[in-house]
């Protein structure tokens, strides 16, 4: 049973960082492609980008320069940065696996954070 | 503003036939697979259809996917009470190099 977990602050100020963990049960990193997605309240969806533990890497480009994604193989954990927040960053964080860097078969259950000083 | 177009809404009464449309360009659903995610209020999407039309196991036949040129259709046929939901499409698009997402469909369920 592949299951993913988001973990991180609920609550971040405006111009600091965003730090989120999705870590994985019944999968490995070292396979698919990982991916961070979110939701702005009452909102659509928002690709943020993904990575293969191969090295390859994909991101959004209108939050290129603010993100970072990266990867503990051994606690079979990953993780993402967005810094210098606004409030436009407020949304539910998904992180989710695919096999292909296109598609999301399996997500976690969401992590809201707010950006508010 | 969503690359790709969904209709903000749609209804149907139980039995009935529901088709939602996404419509982009050939830069994303012309030269990409489509695919389709199911959200119920406070839960994480669901993969519905992927490759323009195949259902992951456990997804029922009354869902179908099609997809012609830079347009696609997920169709619901026998709608459910519990098919009431939010319905966004997604694919790859070569130019922004990333995955675009359509603004979402409410499916209301008369």
């Known amino acids: 049973q592949v299951q993913l977990q988001e973990s991180g602050p609920g609550v971040v100020k405006p111009s600091e960082t965003l730090s989120l963990t999705c870590t994985l049960s019944?999968?490995?990193?070292?396979?698919?492609?990982w991916s961070w997605i979110r939701q702005p309240p009452g909102k659509g969806l928002e690709w943020i980008g993904c990575?293969?533990?191969?090295?390859?890497?994909k991101c959004n480009s209108s939050l290129k320069s603010r993100v970072t994604t990266t990867v503990d193989t051994s606690k079979n954990q990953f993780f993402l940065r967005v810094t210098s927040v606004t409030a436009a960053d407020t949304a539910v964080y998904y992180c989710?696996?695919?096999?292909?860097?296109?598609?999301?078969?399996?997500w976690g259950q969401g992590i809201l954070v707010t950006v508010s000083s | 503003q969503s690359v790709l177009t969904q209709p903000p809404s749609a209804s149907g009464t139980p039995g009935q036939r529901v088709t939602i449309s996404c419509s982009g360009s050939?830069?994303?659903?012309?030269?990409?697979?489509l695919y389709w995610y199911q959200q119920f209020p406070g839960t994480a999407p669901k993969l519905l259809i992927y490759?323009?039309?195949q259902r992951p196991s456990g997804v029922p036949d009354r869902f179908s996917g099609s997809k012609s040129g830079t347009s696609a259709s997920l169709a619901i046929s026998g709608l459910r009470s519990e098919d009431e939901a939010d319905y966004f499409c997604?694919?790859?698009?070569?130019?922004?190099?990333?995955?675009?997402f359509g603004g979402g469909t409410k499916l209301t369920v008369l």
């Open positions: 997604a694919a790859w698009d070569d130019s922004l190099s990333g995955v675009v």
């Open positions: 490759s323009n039309n």
């Open positions: 050939s830069s994303n659903i012309g030269s990409h697979y």
């Open positions: 019944g999968s490995f990193i070292s396979t698919h492609y």
């Open positions: 990575f293969h533990s191969s090295g390859r890497t």
């Open positions: 989710a696996r695919g096999n292909r860097e296109d598609i999301f078969d399996y």
